[in-house]
């Protein structure tokens, strides 16, 4: 990057904001920085959710709540075609930044990805890819952001989540289980920001305002990149019978029923069948397993108020041979 490209003012930033789509980890959408030079063409992404799969131990250290990310850069085309390729849209609010800002945005962006800095303990809730970029843009403007507040707006990390799984009820339920009684307290409207298209409605409406006490819009304009299809994409196979047809309510109505009919007949005959219970009895005692794990090792956050631990966990199988 050439310092004359910023006193010619070609350098451009802006936030971007993707739409959600089907995969679990994509279900609330994302958030980036871009940075595009109007002179040379350079056009990148700077992208604060970059994780890896193959990393040793990655399911057990995700469960912990030990998953790190880190900040990559990518070409901007390339990102574009992998959130148009999914489904998803993506939104540019171009950023109304001084060339002394600019020059320092930059500055911080490069010090983040150096390969000391550029990975950080992920947190869902609290240090995710959208609170890093909004802190970043924060701390490169001279002055501070003012938001707009709602004030009658009192809302909760789990509301707020259960908005973006409202299309994926098991990804629900299973959230629903991990979280505990810190989740439904009210927070604040910084903390609202942890979710990309609640950031990108704060940052449409704020104000950025210069120690002399001016003030400027801090969204210079905004531009659809990607729009959203006409028609989601649309799941197949297994995955489609779970999202639309068999839900957690219709699952739990069926087992329910079941349930029910057993004992009916089981009442007549005069039997207990001993199997129905075993079943019954590790699927709690597995739940419970889970919920345990986060209660007491997890660094998930809101896990560690929990108290369905009550109810699920792996007493159940202590019970086993007895049964």
């Given at each position: 990057v050439r310092a004359q490209d910023f006193e010619r003012d070609s350098v451009e930033f802006?936030?971007?904001?993707?739409?959600?789509?089907?995969?679990?980890?994509?279900?609330?959408?994302?958030?980036?920085?871009?940075?595009?030079?109007?002179?040379?063409?350079?056009?990148?992404?700077?992208?604060y959710g970059l994780f890896d799969f193959s990393a040793p131990n990655f399911v057990w250290r995700f469960t912990k709540g030990e998953c790190d990310y880190e900040l990559g850069i990518i070409p901007y085309h390339i990102m574009e075609y992998e959130y148009r390729h999914r489904g998803s849209a993506v939104y540019a609010q171009v950023l109304n930044l001084t060339r002394q800002e600019k020059e320092e945005l930059f500055r911080l962006l490069m010090i983040n990805y150096q390969p000391e800095n550029r990975t950080y303990r992920y947190n869902f809730l609290y240090d995710n890819c959208t609170t890093r970029a909004r802190d970043r843009i924060e701390e490169a403007i001279d002055g501070t952001?003012?938001?707009?507040?709602?004030?009658?707006?009192?809302?909760?990390?789990?509301?707020?989540i259960h908005q973006y799984t409202a299309d994926a009820p098991w990804a629900e339920v299973g959230n629903d289980l991990c979280l505990g009684l810190d989740a439904d307290k009210p927070i604040t409207m910084r903390q609202e920001m942890f979710a990309p298209f609640y950031m990108k409605d704060y940052a449409a409406h704020a104000v950025i305002r210069t120690p002399d006490g001016k003030e400027r819009p801090l969204v210079l304009r905004e531009d659809t990149l990607v729009p959203l299809p006409a028609q989601k994409q649309v799941a197949e196979g297994a995955a489609r019978l779970f999202a639309e047809?068999?839900?957690?309510?219709?699952?739990g109505t069926i087992l329910c029923v079941l349930m029910l009919l057993l004992g009916v007949v089981q009442y007549r005959r005069n039997k207990i069948y001993w199997g129905v219970d075993l079943f019954f009895?590790?699927?709690?005692?597995?739940?419970?397993?889970?919920?345990?794990?986060?209660?007491?090792?997890?660094?998930?956050?809101?896990?560690?108020?929990?108290?369905?631990?009550?109810?699920?966990?792996?007493?159940?199988?202590?019970?086993?041979?007895g049964m």
């Open positions: 802006s936030l971007l904001t993707c739409s959600p789509s089907t995969e679990i980890y994509a279900l609330y959408g994302h958030t980036a920085i871009r940075y595009r030079n109007l002179t040379t063409g350079d056009d990148w992404a700077f992208n952001v003012v938001y707009q507040e709602y004030k009658d707006r009192k809302l909760s990390y789990r509301q707020i047809y068999l839900t957690p309510v219709v699952v009895q590790i699927l709690v005692g597995l739940m419970g397993c889970v919920v345990t794990l986060l209660f007491f090792f997890s660094e998930h956050p809101t896990v560690g108020t929990n108290w369905q631990i009550l109810l699920l966990n792996p007493l159940p199988f202590f019970f086993l041979p």
